[in-house]
């Protein structure tokens, strides 16, 4: 269990929060910020009001059940919905859906892979690399596929591949273009132990003290392992919010059924 106060994401918060922009000192802006971030559909409120503050370096993990808005959160932090309420910044600098000027400096893996099925892997990663106008094509495909165990089925397309495979693809399609901040949803679902073993070592590898990473996950145990910052979100907001060093892994697992059954901790 959490060994100190949850911070809980709530309106009256905000004044807490540091405020981020272009007119504070470059080493004080976080990596990634967010203010009363809200996403509804229709009747339906996805994302209800979080507070979001990283620092480069952080990795947090994000738990929660279905239905809680995890996935909408990413797609809310890498500029691919426009929210109902609430601002997001990346270094200081707000973000604006529909820019194309973020793409460069987010990495972001889905349930989808954005993989043309009928190219080979290194096509593919080819083609997005010309997107994000890479000019070192040559050296840095083979690396990204050596990274994730995938040189060996470069010539491979993509319709080919098992669903591991394909998943270990589109994370070096993610992370082709060396983004800053790199958002994870569900990456290890459907992987075996192997594949599950490589993507552990290619996510372990993000943590340099320059990049941060979002992910979201429903296995407690994996989601923990790198995680430096935890939060559970349910019903649209997070229910508890901490550090990975308040969390006691042995109890985690009661800690995280108790906050989704009442709604926070």
Avoid at 76 to 83: F, I, Q, S
Avoid at 179 to 208: I, M, Q
Avoid at 212 to 219: A, D, E, F, G
Wanted: aromatic letters at 6%; one cysteine or more; hydrophobic letters at 40%.
């Amino acid at each position: 269990m959490p060994s100190t106060a949850p911070r809980r994401s709530d309106p009256s918060s905000v004044e807490a929060l540091r405020t981020p922009g272009p007119d504070r000192p470059g080493d004080a802006v976080p990596a990634l910020s967010a203010r009363g971030l809200s996403k509804e559909f229709g009747v339906v409120l996805a994302v209800d009001g979080i507070d979001l503050e990283l620092q480069a370096g952080d990795f947090l993990t994000i738990f929660g059940p279905n239905g809680a808005g995890k996935t909408s959160l990413l797609s809310l932090l890498a500029g691919r919905l426009k929210p109902t309420r609430g601002h997001v910044w990346v270094r200081g600098q707000p973000l604006r859906p529909g820019e194309t000027v973020w793409r460069s400096r987010i990495g972001i893996l889905s349930h989808q892979s954005f993989l043309y099925a009928d190219l080979t892997v290194e096509e593919n990663l080819r083609f997005f690399g010309r997107l994000f106008g890479l000019r070192d094509l040559d050296e840095r495909v083979p690396r990204r596929l050596e990274q994730v165990g995938l040189l060996d089925r470069a010539d491979f397309r993509v319709r080919q591949l098992s669903h591991g495979l394909r998943q270990r693809a589109a994370l070096s399609r993610a992370l082709l273009h060396d983004p800053e901040l790199v958002l994870l949803d569900e990456p290890y679902t459907g992987l075996d132990p192997h594949a599950a073993s490589v993507l552990r070592g290619v996510l372990s590898s993000l943590k340099d003290g320059r990049r941060t990473v979002v992910m979201v996950t429903h296995n407690l145990t994996q989601g923990l392992e790198l995680a430096s910052r935890v939060a559970i979100q349910v019903r649209g907001r997070f229910g508890w919010e901490g550090c990975r060093d308040d969390v006691d892994l042995d109890t985690f697992e009661r800690f995280y059924h108790g906050v989704v059954e009442n709604g926070a901790a």
